[in-house]
């Protein structure tokens, strides 16, 4: 999906226009039948094979990746074909997903910190089913901030820590967003997005775990004109996974990206941790 981000010089009106349009779009994401909501479990995958009741087949990894061994009246379809018995996905890169689908769910084997994981995802999951919507705060182009991005001369490996205790993620950083705030200078470090030359930036700030999650939220921020300069607009700051279930292993911002001031922007605390209740 492109990243369109609203101009901070757009009249409020249109502003609020165009956020409520970006809002709609990210809430359906959100609430895909087989998104994070819908996951069901998160298995550590080893060496021994390992059934689980939530997927079909017996799991293994080892260093040549990632084993299913399937009973003769199990099945799952992947990449379009239908698999039985024994099936190698072989080994998965580092971030990287692979799914498979057993009727109506879809399960997925992916690799994260250098481990090998199951994670199922049932569209009758009760987090999913029993989801509203995830409280926000009004949109404001006050928190549209135009800032200038800084590369680096080379993309620098950042480790996080991640949701998983102990778990260990490692991001290239090509640069850091610049921005300047209520008369103070701020810099972040910025990870790749998921567009060609858009940036990924991960915070938290004086008001996680107070009214927005404590361990994370982010703010994608689309590519740097040809003078470097980026909008950074907190009105649109997410959640990730690990701020709806227990079942992600999400990353953590890096130290220098933690904020001293209160962004009042974006999404706040999901009801499902706490953040209140969907009737109010």
Same mark, same amino acid.
């Given at each position: ?84 018995? *024994? ?9 990287? =997903? /692979? &799914?498979?689908?057993?009727? +109506? $769910?879809?399960?997925? #084997? ?76 701020? *810099? ?9 030359? =858009? /940036? &990924?930036?991960?915070?938290? +700030? $004086?008001?996680?775990? #107070? ?70």
């Amino acid at each position: 999906m492109t990243i369109q981000h609203t101009d901070p010089g757009t009249d409020r009106t249109e502003f609020i226009r165009q956020w409520e349009e970006w809002h709609t779009r990210h809430e359906q994401n959100l609430a895909d039948p087989h998104g994070f909501l819908a996951v069901t479990s998160l298995r550590w995958l080893d060496g021994e094979p390992t059934r689980f009741p939530d997927a079909p087949g017996a799991w293994s990894s080892t260093d040549d990746g990632v084993t299913v061994r399937l009973d003769e009246d199990e099945e799952l379809t992947v990449q379009g074909a239908v698999v039985r018995g *024994r099936y190698d996905f072989g080994v998965i890169e580092e971030r990287a =997903s /692979l &799914l498979a689908t057993a009727g +109506d $769910a879809v399960i997925e #084997v992916a690799r994260r910190g250098g481990h090998d994981i199951l994670r199922p995802r049932h569209p009758d999951n009760k987090l999913l089913v029993d989801y509203t919507h995830t409280p926000a705060y009004a949109p404001d182009p006050r928190w549209a901030l135009t800032g200038r991005y800084l590369p680096f001369d080379a993309p620098r490996a950042v480790t996080v820590g991640a949701a998983v205790e102990g778990l260990q993620h490692v991001y290239d950083a090509p640069g850091q967003v610049e921005f300047a705030l209520d008369g103070r200078t701020y *810099r972040l470090t910025a990870f790749n997005g998921t567009q060609p030359g =858009s /940036l &990924l930036v991960l915070f938290t +700030d $004086a008001t996680s775990g #107070v009214t927005t999650y404590a361990a994370n939220r982010c703010v994608s921020i689309s590519p740097p004109d040809g003078e470097g300069t980026v909008v950074i607009d907190f009105n649109r700051a997410t959640n990730l996974p690990c701020a709806f279930t227990d079942l992600a292993t999400c990353p953590l911002p890096p130290a220098e990206n933690r904020l001293p001031v209160a962004v009042e922007a974006g999404e706040k605390i999901p009801y499902e941790r706490g953040g209140g209740s969907p009737q109010e």
